[in-house]
Each structure stands twice: as structure tokens, then as C-alpha cells.
């Protein structure tokens, strides 16, 4: 391997002629493969590079979907030497994650799972096989049952309303709050004191710190899609993740180890967190606990709070359909107290306003990749095993062949359809579909509105002096998540007389 590195740094000739070297035989070797074998259509690709050049300048969900205008609904692309299928239609999407989900149900390896991800010994990067079904089994009945997400209710609550308080101590001095840092800082404590219970424990803030230093850190690895360039880190970016990786373990290694001699037997259902739960079923070894917690961490905490930012962008940007949702909040609940949980299934607009958001922002654009195990077809075309599968669910739900009206937000388009966004109904799917759908799905589809109705039925909600709903704008940064480029500042007050807020238990400073 020292070898190898000596040769690659040791000067730019030798480098190149050696990428060309590659790429030659990479050529080679795909046509081969492919001979009397149909490939998916796809752009023109360039030497060494393949399609990369589509994903690195603008968004790759809006590049993607605008190579699938040209080239179809499957299309074929080589990311330096990873080779991919990009699917943008619910049909093909269907093939991919209903019909064939059994061949498409693994995930690619690559130098991040390698290495932060201990081999992918979680869940979301575990290829499709005995610890994978094990783990998503115990996450889905232990984890995520209806009942378990019940006992958070209270802890969902007492969050939601230290938002409320922040939001109101900051509003009353009329200062701006941005919303995502708002959002984000309530998801980030949700999830670890569901995981981990730790408000009580000196080791929250350094675990909040790595879970922030996770959750900004750029996951986009270039070394992944170039195997000669993978001993090098050129960008340091293995090294830093690596880095964060190390503090996560080695702190949950003590917190484990705290927990083991705690008498957790004592506890009642309602009491145990994650850890808990994780920890009573030995069927994991220490480093996939630590991993199964890393990845509900990493996936589970931005993906809602960047949903409600969307959500109120949009109610922002439409006034109509802000009244119309806050009149809804007001027949059915009033403005003698505050939504409750048990609300939310009564209150129709709202749930279509989150399926509206869900629609046009999944957050998730290009969801997680898929791979395939075995060689298969699909459209008639010739899928080998080995091949990496995204689903750009981004452009699937702006389909104007399904939708009408694609790129307005109308959440009355979900009143009296039956369509849903839960995985059943290819045209909309912001939580995937199948062997793979996000497990924390129920979760986010209460949090999500209840916190949305919060917002909208307890605060008054303004843009800074001088700015209108023509202002707010819908652009997109692309990372782990799709968020807002630009913050979204506001300022945020109590709508509703000061005893509803303090019955509630919700106590301000300020009055
Ligand atoms: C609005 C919120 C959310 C959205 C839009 C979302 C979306 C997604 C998507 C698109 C996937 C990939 C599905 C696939 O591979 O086909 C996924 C996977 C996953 N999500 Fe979510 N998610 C959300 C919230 C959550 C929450 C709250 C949690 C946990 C607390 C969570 C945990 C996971 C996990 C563990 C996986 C990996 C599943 C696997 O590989 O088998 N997600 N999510």
C-alpha cells in the first residue's frame, strides 16, 4: 500500500498516466460486461470523470432529473468508477422497490462505511442480509412501535414547548430566531434523550457537540467514487469523520459502561430509552449498538426539523393557505388551550399541508442508495449485480405526468385522496418504500405536524421588517439533507392569551 502511495504522490505524471491507466480498463472491462447486454440510456460520459460533472455543479437532484427528462425514467451513470442506475418514475420505482425490493434491497459499501461506519454494523449502510433483517426487526417492534413512541409523548412536549419559551423570550425582546437552528437544536436533544436519557449527565454537551459535528459535517467523500485516490484523503474528509467516529465510540463506551452498572431491571416500559432496550436484547455486540444509535442519530434528527422549515416556508410564502390551516387549528381546538397529539388525526388540512411538504421538499432528494445483489432486468434493461440505485424522489414527486400542477404547493390535492405518503403509493415516496422504508416514518409523521401546529396555532409568526410573502424564496442547498440556502428569520410571539400557554405548563420569563 506504501507502494501505491509512493507512486501517486510522487509526482503528477505517474498520477495521471496512472487515473488514465484505470479508466482505460474500466472501460474495457464495463464493455465487456455488457456485451449483448442492454444498458439503461444515459448522457455521454467523459473520460475519468464519467457523469460526475452533472453531480458537482448545481443540485444533483435537479441535474439527475433533468437527465431523466432526456434519457427516460432509468437511466445509466458512471460516477468516476462507480457505476449507477438512477430511477425517476413511480413505475420504475415500484419495479425497484416492490416488485424486484428482494435484489434491491442492499446498500453499496464505500471508504465512509468502511471506516466510520465500522463495516456498516448499524443498520442504514447493512447489506441485505442476517444482521440486517435481525436489526431493522428489533429497531421496527422494539424501538418504533406505536407504544414506544407513546412514551416519548411527554419528553416530545416538554421539547416542543422549550422551543415555544426560546421563541418567546427572543420574540418579546423582537429579536429574529433562524428556524432551522431552532428546529434542529429541539430534534437534536428529542433524539438523544430518546437514546440516551442523558439531560442528567455531564456527557450531554459532549455528546450534543459530536452529534452537531456529525450532523454539519459534509458527507460527500470524492475518494469514494475514485479508488486510486482513496489511500490519499485528499480532502481530509475520511480523516475528519474518522475523527468524530472516534469521540462518538469512545464516549458511548463509558456511557455503556455507566448504564451496565446502573440496575436497569427496575425500570418500567415508559422509563427505558433506547440504550436500554438495546442493551436488554444481547443480541448485539457493543460496537452495533453504538452504531445503531450512531445511525437513528444521524438520519433521524435533521430530516424532521428541515421538513418543518419547508412546511412553514411554504405557509409563509402562500397566506391563504397559512389562514386556512390557522382556522382549522382554531375550530377544532380553539384558542383556550394548546394542541395536543391526540389532536392531530382530527385536523385534516394540516395532515395534507405535511403531505404537501413532504411532496415537493423530501428532504431526502436522491433517498439512500440501493444495490443491487444479483443481476437482474428492469424496463427491459440489463441491470448487473453490483450496481448502486438511486431514486430520485425529489423529481418522482414532481411528475407532471402524475401531478397536476407539479411545482405549486397545494396541500388540497391530498383532501379526499387516497394518496398517501407512507410507501404504498410509488408517486409520492419521502419515506421510501419497502425492505428499506425509513423505519422512523411514524415517528416523524407525529412529530412533524404536531410541532407544525404548534407553530401555526401558538405563535404569530413574522418576516423581518420591510419583507412580504413574495420575498420568501425556495432556494436549496444540497447535503445530507435538502435544506433552505437562505435562513429563515422571523420573529415569533404568543397568539394566544398568556393562561393558555401557562395551563398548558408552558412558563415564560418575561410576564
Ligand atoms: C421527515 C422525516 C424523515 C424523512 C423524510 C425520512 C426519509 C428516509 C428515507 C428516504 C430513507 C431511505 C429509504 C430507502 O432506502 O429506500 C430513510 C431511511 C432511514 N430512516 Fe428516515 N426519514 C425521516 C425521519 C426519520 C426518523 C425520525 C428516524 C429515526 C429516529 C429515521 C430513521 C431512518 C433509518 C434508521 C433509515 C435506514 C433504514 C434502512 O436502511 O433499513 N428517519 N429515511
Known sequence: MEDLIAVLTGGSVQFLAALVFLYVLLKIFNR??????KRPPGPPSLPLIGHFH????????????????????????ELGAVNAVVVTSSDMAREVLKTQDHIFASRPSGIVVEKVFKKAQGLVWSPFNDHFRLARKIILT???????????????????????????????AKHYINLAD???????????????????????????????DFTSAGWFVIEEFFPLLKPLDLSGQ??????????????????????????SNSKSNTEEDFLD??????????????????????????????????????????????????SELDDAIGKERLVEEADLNNLEYLQAVVKETLRLHPVAALGVPHYSTEATKVAGYDIPANTRVMLNLYA???????WENPLKFDPSRFLNSSIDVKGQHYEVLPFGSGRRKCPGMNLALVSVPYN???LVHACTISLPKGLTHLDVDVEEKFGMTVVRRNPLNLLLKRRLPSEVYRRAGLQFSDV
Not at 32 to 37: E, K, L, P, S
Not at 58 to 65: F, I, T, V
Not at 295 to 302: E, N, S
Not at 396 to 402: A, E, H, L
Open 396 to 402: 418522482i414527486g414532481r411528475d407532471p405526468k402524475v
Open 54 to 77: 452533472h453531480l458537482l455543479f448545481g443540485m444533483p437532484h435537479h441535474s439527475l432529473a433533468k437527465i431523466a427528462e432526456k434519457y427516460g425514467s432509468i437511466v445509466w451513470v
Open 32 to 37: 465487456v460486461r455488457y456485451t449483448g447486454r
Open 452 to 454: 407544525l401546529a404548534q
Open 182 to 212: 431552532l428546529m434542529h437544536n429541539q430534534f437534536i436533544s428529542l433524539t438523544t434523550r430518546m437514546l440516551f436519557q442523558l439531560d442528567r449527565h455531564a456527557q450531554n454537551k459532549d455528546l450534543l457537540e459530536i452529534v452537531d
Open 277 to 326: 432496550v438495546l442493551l436488554a436484547t444481547s443480541k448485539f455486540s457493543r460496537v452495533q449498538v453504538q452504531l445503531l444509535l450512531l445511525d437513528i442519530i444521524i438520519v433521524g434528527t435533521d430530516t424532521s426539523s428541515d421538513t418543518i422549515v419547508w412546511a412553514i416556508t411554504e405557509l409563509l410564502r402562500h397566506p391563504n393557505i397559512m389562514e386556512r390551516l390557522q
Open 238 to 263: 475520511v480523516r475528519r469523520l474518522k475523527n468524530i467516529g472516534e469521540r462518538y465510540f469512545e464516549l458511548l463506551d463509558s456511557i455503556i459502561d455507566n448504564r451496565l452498572k446502573e440496575n
Open 142 to 172: 422494539e424501538l418504533f412501535s406505536e407504544k414506544r413512541i407513546d412514551s416519548f409523548k411527554d419528553l416530545r412536549r416538554q421539547m416542543t414547548f422549550r422551543t415555544l419559551r426560546t421563541a418567546f423570550e427572543e420574540g418579546h
